[in-house]
T-cell receptor
């Protein structure tokens, strides 16, 4: 089973601060997805990274896929209270487990005004 | 409106009483899957289906059954629920498989006493 380890598990910061969330594995993934989930709702896709070394920007959010495709990071610049939520990384299994999708444990982000 | 619907949204039941949680999508997606979400564990995949009549186990299939007789529906069956199946359940679908954007339903909160 391919595992994804997210860190930190909890993050509580003040509005305007920067933060980084990490998603690490000992396995190679063909791609990684980042989702955001708000209370009472299902996760919603933020971005998919596919190429090793790839960097994608979504307004104040920057996503990076490691060169070896074993890790990814999410960096938020000047966090706002609206960024509060649960952030999840996810990766598809390959080989004989094709069809499986593995999620990290999630990072609960709270941004205080 | 493109969506994934789940019913019921909330369910309290007793140990051993068979139940079914329905999931339906109107996007003609081939891939559907079920997850359970528990604090600190992220989303764990229960079962997935690559297409009609094609289902396979995820990481935590024990105690669950699924069927995929029609493309749009993917019910989750708990034949003899136990308290350790108390959780928040999500159904998701995507156009082609786990590497594609997953569209999640609103969740079903199940309590087994």
């Amino acid at each position: 089973t391919q595992l994804l380890e997210q860190s930190p598990q909890f993050l509580s910061i003040q509005e305007g601060e920067n933060l980084t969330v990490y998603c690490n594995s000992s396995s190679v993934f063909s791609s990684l997805q980042w989702y955001r989930q708000e209370p009472g709702e299902g996760p919603v896709l933020l971005v998919t990274v596919v190429t090793g070394g790839e960097v994608k920007k979504l307004k104040r959010l920057t996503f990076q896929f490691g060169d070896a495709r074993k890790d990814s990071s999410l960096h938020i610049t000047a966090a706002q209270p609206g960024d509060t939520g649960l952030y999840l990384c996810a990766g598809p299994a390959g080989g004989t487990s094709y069809g499986k999708l593995t999620f990290g444990q999630g990072t609960i982000l709270t941004v205080h005004p | 409106e493109a969506q994934v619907t789940q019913n019921p949204r909330y369910l309290i039941t007793v140990t051993g009483k068979k139940l079914t949680v329905t999931c339906s999508q109107n996007m003609n997606h081939e891939y559907m899957s079920w997850y359970r979400q528990d604090p600190g564990l992220g989303l764990r995949q229960i079962y997935y289906s690559m297409n009609v009549e094609v289902t396979d186990k995820g990481d935590v299939p024990e105690g669950y059954k699924v069927s995929r007789k029609e493309k749009r529906n993917f019910p989750l069956i708990l034949e003899s629920p136990s308290p350790n199946q108390t959780s928040l359940y999500f159904c998701a679908s995507s156009i082609g498989g786990p590497a594609y954007e997953q569209y999640f339903g609103p969740g079903t909160r199940l309590t087994v006493t």
